[in-house]
């Protein structure tokens, strides 16, 4: 059952990642897209506003997902980490755990500001909101990640 709550949280987890990503660089945009754009200029020029809700949603049941998981990783991972002396292994997923504490207290404003509408006064903190979101998700996936697979990355 684990395994299976693993796989979701993971995949939610990428879901999330993509969808902020997209939102996150569209708010950074200073000009329209135009017909001839590259790549980037299209991966940017999406309507951020219909990321909002699914954006909350997945962070929440990511979160969720991540607590029901965290008991299995206090018993298995966390003391294989502790006796291959890997203080900066445990220390990241402290810093994890409190960037997501922290982006769960995030959501109420974000989704605020983005459901108000594209008025002017409101775009820093729609921006600087996304951004802080975004880095909290990248940062929780590549260290879930890196966690998730160390037993395989190092020596037993």
């Keep these: 059952m684990i395994t299976v709550i693993l796989l979701i949280h993971g995949l939610m987890a990428v879901a999330l990642l993509g969808a902020l990503s997209h939102q996150a660089l569209s708010v950074a945009r200073r000009a329209p897209v135009a017909t001839h754009a590259s790549f980037v200029d299209r991966f940017r020029g999406v309507a951020a506003p219909r990321y909002t809700n699914a954006t909350v949603v997945m962070f929440a049941a ?73 880095f909290v998700v990248w940062f929780n996936f590549l260290v879930g990640h890196v966690l998730n697979n160390i037993k395989g990355l190092l020596p037993v």
């Design 62 to 134: 990511t979160v969720i997902l991540g607590a029901m998981l965290y008991p299995q990783y206090r018993i298995d991972v966390r003391p294989t980490l502790e006796d291959l002396q890997l203080r900066s292994a445990n220390g990241a997923f402290e810093i994890k755990e409190h960037l997501a504490a922290i982006g769960l207290g995030l959501l109420p404003a974000y989704w605020f500001y983005w459901r108000r509408g594209q008025d002017a006064p409101a775009a820093a903190a729609r921006r600087y909101l996304t951004w802080i979101l975004a």
